[in-house]
């Protein structure tokens, strides 16, 4: 799901043709008038095809850039769709199309956020909590932004996207949610995800004279993806299944549905700020940590409360030793690593405990995306996960080459929040009662896990997209895990304070 970067973390401009599920139909044709910004490459990897200018045929919609307006309006096509200036809204208008004006955020790179400046609450919401700055000047200027959108002024920002539909209409999938209980009348703004295009999009629904979320709708950005849904829904009925502390944190699954071959679900809305944006906000080394801390208390408690004997653990061992090391043999993993696991009880699994799935917000915090969850997993597996992610920020490791020595010195007690992780961690083996010797081989299969299945979701995600993509930290951690004389599966750092 989307993500709240810094504009200076904005490589390659990507992701704007996400715009165009704010429209009423979703488009399957289009034609590009000077529409530069990665336009056509979006519109290829969603499968929306592109015409010619001036060939056979209507598109769906004409997407122009700043020079490419006229061509736009001279087309045929009943929808178009602008980024460019701001003063496009008004020949759009003069056509007599419905028009409605988005805000990207960041306004010229790629997206993390799509908002409806017309929608005062929900866009002052959005600024509030989407976007963040390490500097101040940068974050007292978001502040003003916020101000200005709740007062229905639109910021002096170069351009806009502008959306001109034939007739009024919600964005579809928000029209075809009704029957899940969700109102068409909402405010809404679109959270995008960075990455691949099989990584899902979400819109926060406010209901009519709220100024806060009650409901999130995740979609598919590409037609016949149902797998991430599936799991979804499973994780749903694991997490009601186990109850307790563990529900208490997670949304309310609300169901499923499809538009036009692309899958979407409802849930309840976690209000709040996501871990990823407050630990980047300028702040306090104390401050930062005191929003982490809560987190880790409720994954050792969690696990606790969850752990079931050692023999629950056996299919998912028997799965490891099938699937996982024989993949990582070759990169040096031990063909006994499972022998050398002592008998440890199973604990529930999230699986994916970091940054970006932790809304925090008045005194508590929500914890997303449930799909990879499993009831008999490895324990630790999440606190050490979530320790990684995390603390990597507090001690300012940002780009992916600092991400990565900081993996290492993390892990191997050089870094300034090593002794944090190494509490938690001995707090978590005390609460479960794990023998010293299992944490070595533990932890290893953990990192070899991760990186198994995210080379798995990179190959599918080249698969649908037609282009490759670099390695993602998990598949990166793993290759480090075994080549640090400090990691590897004889790992005792921890012991250290």
């Known amino acids: 799901m989307g993500r709240g970067l810094q504009e200076d973390e904005a490589r390659e401009i990507e992701h704007r043709a996400d715009a165009l599920f704010a429209l009423p139909r979703i488009p399957r044709s289009a034609t590009l008038f000077d529409a530069g910004l990665g336009w056509a490459r979006d519109l290829q990897k969603r499968q929306i095809e592109v015409h010619p200018a001036g060939g056979p045929g209507r598109p769906d919609v004409a997407i122009a850039g700043p020079a490419g307006i006229e061509a736009a309006l001279a087309s045929r096509a009943e929808t178009i769709v602008v980024d460019g200036p701001r003063g496009a809204r008004a020949p759009l208008r003069d056509t007599g199309r419905t028009t409605t004006r988005l805000l990207p955020l960041p306004v010229a790179g790629t997206p993390v956020l799509f908002v409806n400046v017309e929608q005062r609450r929900a866009a002052r919401y959005g600024v509030e909590h989407g976007i963040v700055h390490p500097e101040r000047w940068r974050t007292l200027r978001n502040r003003i932004a916020r101000l200005a959108l709740g007062a229905g002024v639109v910021p002096p920002v170069r351009q806009l996207v502008t959306l001109a539909a034939p007739s009024p209409g919600p964005p579809v999938f928000l029209a075809a949610a009704r029957d899940l209980g969700s109102d068409p009348g909402s405010s809404w703004l679109m959270l995008v995800s960075a990455g691949s295009v099989v990584r899902r999009n979400a819109f926060l629904l406010f209901p009519p004279g709220s100024s806060a979320p009650e ?86 408690d969690v696990a606790a409360e969850t752990a079931s004997p050692p023999e629950s653990l056996e299919p998912e061992r028997a799965r490891l030793q099938a699937e996982v090391l024989p993949f990582w043999g070759r990169e040096g993993a031990p063909p006994d690593l499972l022998d050398r696991l002592p008998a440890v009880q199973a604990t529930f699994q999230h699986f994916d405990v970091a940054e970006e799935n932790i809304v925090a917000g008045r005194g508590t915090f929500a914890v997303l ?24 920020i507090v001690d300012g490791a940002q780009s992916e080459a600092e991400r990565d020595r900081h993996f290492a010195d993390v892990m191997a007690g050089r870094a300034p929040s090593s002794p ?78």
């Open 215 to 300: 409901q999130v709708l995740k979609f598919a950005r590409v037609p016949a993806m149902t797998e991430p849904f599936d799991r979804d829904e499973r994780g749903a009925k694991l997490v009601a299944s186990a109850g307790g502390l563990l529900a208490a944190r997670a949304p309310q699954y609300l169901g499923r549905f499809e538009v036009d071959g692309h899958s979407a679900s409802i849930e309840s809305a976690a209000v709040g700020t996501k871990l990823a944006i407050l630990l980047r906000r300028p702040g306090s080394r104390e401050a930062k940590l005191a929003h982490l801390e809560p987190v880790a208390r409720w994954l050792i």
């Open 369 to 392: 995306d449930w799909e990879w969850a499993k009831p008999h997993g490895l324990p630790l597996s999440d606190l050490v996960y979530f320790g990684v992610h995390v603390l990597r």
């Open 420 to 497: 944090v992780l190494f509490g938690w961690i001995r707090d978590a083996m005390a609460a479960l009662g794990l023998p010293p010797e299992a944490m070595g081989p533990l932890v290893t299969l953990q990192w070899l896990e991760r990186g198994h299945l995210s080379r798995q979701e990179r190959q599918r995600a080249e698969e649908v997209g037609g282009t490759p993509l670099g390695k993602p930290f998990a598949e990166r951690a793993a290759r480090i895990w075994l080549e640090d004389p400090a990691l590897g599966p004889g790992w005792d750092a921890w012991r250290r304070s």
